[in-house]
């Protein structure tokens, strides 16, 4: 049987160092090649089969070769430039003795987003996040498991190792990558309105601590996006096996779900956090140009992950600027699109998209945008000035979950209340009053997004706590939980008050979810 599968196309890079690719540029940030080889294998294969066999890897290989070639411009004198030619100017920092390229585009954003597909979501049970999904924006705890990847010469040579020490930045370097990770986390937890977001590292004897993890392959040498071809020609050749070795199967027949969906659900549950996702840092210290061989830099696997790759030095970004490359790619994981010109035709970042938990358009985007400002989504140098400076546009802050409608600038997304609904109060002899009812989380109304996975209901990271009661603005006393736990999104509750005087009362019942509400009620005691 005749395999169904797109022309190869590839843009290539001109001379390392010469700041142009071997095909023309476009002065407007558009990248030279197009996804007509997608178009055409979806024509042949017919789209359910296409979606089966190739999203999420499939999608992204006309897009992802062309990904170094589409360079943004450099800023001039430290401000970021928005239009005109690209500026060649090589960044201080990189490989001794070289001088750099412009800054590639950072990423390629895969699966569903990188087609337009609509793919079924996560079903949420209740409104908590489900086992299958592991971020959806950015306010609550986070963990971050950091896998480096390491390959043991059975498949590929090996060509690089974690124990080669880098010259250029002495001592441990996984430590100093660590030290990397963790200024990517401080940047967005201090980005926060109100400090609700907690992004870490699981401490070592976590489960899903940093840890290094052995493969057959050299992954550094291995495209990105060939996964029609062969997955072994795909990063799924060395990410199925690392995950494979921590427990958790692949599909037998594409990548979609990534097993790092359940992986990074189980990091999330051992850690008792909200969401979770799996960092790979690959080893590129001895490769030419620390990109892989289709021309990726770093990138993300979909919007809202569940995995984010960056290799050592991120090409011409260097090292040193690891932190801003990862926090790019972080907006991603919490919804954000790429605001710089298309790479290719059909790339989602341009200005009439909706993107995030909340439905937000993308209006600082270049193309189609109707603001022009610095921001970490940017990518190109200006992800490195927003980086430096903490900027975020109102775009990226409506994606991410950031936005605040209210002056106590409390995301929106955990400004949610209880809703209390109690019955009717039963007066006892001997003057006690008892009241029994419900209580659920009301989560904030999800957007409707044109690009990524859509949410299918509402989501909220809280389930009612903290509930109780007091009788005429005495001690406030815990309510009772009907089945003995307050620990989901809608639960029944119950109260007896103690003998109360004969005559009127008033009694207050209230709660917290993201903010704390109740009701207040008119009771009568018998004697």
């Given at each position: 049987?005749?395999?169904?599968r797109?022309?190869?196309?590839?843009?290539?890079?001109?001379p390392?160092?010469s700041g142009?690719?071997a095909?023309?540029?476009?002065?407007?940030?558009r990248?030279?090649?197009?996804?007509?080889?997608?178009?055409?294998f979806?024509?042949?294969?017919?789209a359910?089969?296409a979606l089966?066999?190739a999203v999420?890897?499939?999608?992204?290989?006309?897009?992802?070769a062309?990904?170094?070639a589409?360079?943004?411009?450099v800023?001039a004198?430290?401000?970021?430039?928005s239009?005109?030619a690209?500026?060649?100017?090589?960044?201080?920092?990189?490989?001794?003795?070289?001088?750099?390229?412009?800054?590639?585009?950072?990423?390629?954003l895969?699966?569903s987003v990188?087609t337009?597909?609509s793919?079924p979501?996560?079903?949420?049970r209740?409104v908590?996040p489900?086992a299958k999904q592991?971020?959806a924006?950015?306010?609550?705890?986070v963990a971050?498991?950091?896998?480096f990847?390491?390959?043991?010469g059975s498949i590929?040579?090996n060509?690089?190792?974690?124990?080669?020490q880098?010259?250029?930045y002495p001592?441990?370097r996984?430590?100093?990558?660590?030290a990397?990770v963790?200024?990517a986390l401080d940047?967005w937890?201090?980005?926060?309105?109100d400090g609700?977001?907690h992004?870490?590292?699981?401490?070592?004897?976590?489960?899903?601590a940093?840890r290094?993890?052995?493969?057959?392959?050299?992954?550094i040498?291995?495209?990105v996006?060939?996964?029609?071809?062969?997955?072994r020609?795909?990063?799924?050749?060395w990410r199925?096996q690392?995950?494979?070795?921590l427990?958790?199967?692949?599909?037998?027949?594409?990548?979609?779900?990534?097993?790092?969906r359940a992986?990074?659900?189980?990091v999330r549950?051992s850690?008792?956090?909200?969401?979770a996702?799996v960092?790979?840092v690959?080893?590129?210290?001895?490769d030419?140009d620390?990109?892989?061989?289709?021309?990726?830099?770093a990138?993300t696997?979909?919007?809202?992950g569940?995995y984010?790759?960056?290799?050592y030095?991120?090409?011409?970004?260097g090292?040193?600027n690891?932190?801003?490359?990862?926090?790019h790619?972080?907006?991603?994981?919490?919804?954000?699109?790429?605001?710089?010109?298309?790479?290719y035709?059909?790339?989602?970042?341009t200005?009439?998209l909706?993107?995030?938990?909340?439905?937000?358009k993308?209006?600082n985007a270049?193309?189609?945008?109707?603001t022009?400002?610095?921001?970490i989504?940017?990518g190109?140098?200006?992800t490195?000035d927003a980086?430096?400076s903490?900027?975020?546009c109102?775009?990226?802050?409506?994606q991410?979950g950031?936005?605040a409608s209210?002056?106590?600038?409390?995301?929106d997304?955990?400004?949610?209340?209880?809703?209390?609904?109690?019955g009717?109060?039963?007066?006892?002899?001997?003057?006690?009053v008892s009241?029994?009812?419900?209580?659920?989380?009301?989560p904030?109304?999800?957007?409707v997004s044109?690009?990524?996975?859509?949410?299918?209901?509402?989501?909220s990271?809280?389930?009612?706590?903290?509930?109780?009661y007091r009788?005429?603005?005495?001690e406030w006393?815990p309510l009772?939980?009907?089945?003995?736990?307050?620990?989901?999104?809608?639960?029944a509750?119950?109260?007896t008050?103690?003998?109360?005087?004969?005559?009127?009362h008033?009694?207050?019942v209230q709660g917290?979810?993201?903010?704390?509400?109740?009701?207040t009620?008119?009771?009568?005691?018998?004697?």
């Amino acid at each position: 049987m005749t395999r169904c599968r797109p022309a190869a196309r590839r843009c290539d890079r001109g001379p390392r160092g010469s700041g142009r690719d071997a095909v023309q540029e476009s002065t407007s940030r558009r990248g030279p090649c197009d996804n007509r080889g997608v178009r055409a294998f979806l024509r042949r294969c017919g789209a359910a089969r296409a979606l089966r066999a190739a999203v999420p890897a499939l999608a992204a290989l006309a897009a992802v070769a062309c990904l170094a070639a589409a360079a943004g411009p450099v800023a001039a004198a430290g401000r970021p430039a928005s239009t005109g030619a690209a500026d060649t100017r090589a960044p201080a920092s990189g490989r001794a003795g070289e001088s750099q390229p412009v800054l590639p585009v950072l990423d390629d954003l895969r699966g569903s987003v990188a087609t337009g597909a609509s793919l079924p979501l996560w079903r949420a049970r209740g409104v908590l996040p489900s086992a299958k999904q592991t971020m959806a924006y950015a306010a609550g705890s986070v963990a971050v498991s950091v896998i480096f990847v390491e390959s043991d010469g059975s498949i590929d040579k090996n060509r690089e190792s974690w124990t080669r020490q880098d010259p250029r930045y002495p001592g441990n370097r996984r430590a100093n990558v660590l030290a990397q990770v963790q200024q990517a986390l401080d940047w967005w937890n201090a980005r926060s309105p109100d400090g609700s977001l907690h992004i870490s590292v699981p401490a070592a004897g976590q489960y899903g601590a940093p840890r290094r993890m052995t493969t057959g392959y050299e992954p550094i040498t291995r495209p990105v996006g060939e996964f029609a071809y062969d997955y072994r020609r795909s990063d799924a050749g060395w990410r199925w096996q690392i995950m494979g070795r921590l427990g958790f199967r692949h599909d037998a027949e594409d990548d979609s779900p990534p097993p790092e969906r359940a992986y990074a659900d189980k990091v999330r549950r051992s850690n008792n956090t909200d969401w979770a996702f799996v960092l790979y840092v690959v080893d590129s210290l001895k490769d030419a140009d620390g990109m892989f061989p289709d021309g990726a830099v770093a990138y993300t696997s979909d919007l809202y992950g569940p995995y984010t790759v960056l290799t050592y030095d991120n090409d011409g970004y260097g090292f040193e600027n690891f932190a801003a490359v990862l926090a790019h790619e972080m907006g991603h994981q919490f919804g954000a699109l790429d605001e710089y010109m298309p790479p290719y035709p059909g790339y989602p970042s341009t200005g009439g998209l909706f993107s995030g938990y909340l439905g937000v358009k993308n209006r600082n985007a270049l193309r189609g945008g109707t603001t022009d400002l610095l921001c970490i989504m940017r990518g190109s140098q200006e992800t490195l000035d927003a980086f430096a400076s903490g900027r975020l546009c109102p775009s990226t802050v409506g994606q991410t979950g950031f936005r605040a409608s209210n002056a106590d600038q409390r995301p929106d997304v955990v400004a949610t209340q209880p809703l209390f609904t109690p019955g009717e109060p039963v007066a006892a002899a001997g003057g006690t009053v008892s009241l029994a009812g419900t209580v659920r989380e009301q989560p904030w109304p999800h957007g409707v997004s044109t690009v990524g996975p859509p949410f299918t209901r509402d989501v909220s990271i809280f389930v009612p706590h903290d509930l109780q009661y007091r009788v005429d603005g005495g001690e406030w006393l815990p309510l009772t939980a009907a089945d003995g736990a307050f620990d989901r999104p809608v639960e029944a509750w119950t109260l007896t008050t103690a003998p109360l005087s004969q005559g009127p009362h008033v009694l207050e019942v209230q709660g917290t979810t993201g903010l704390t509400a109740g009701f207040t009620l008119s009771v009568t005691a018998s004697p």
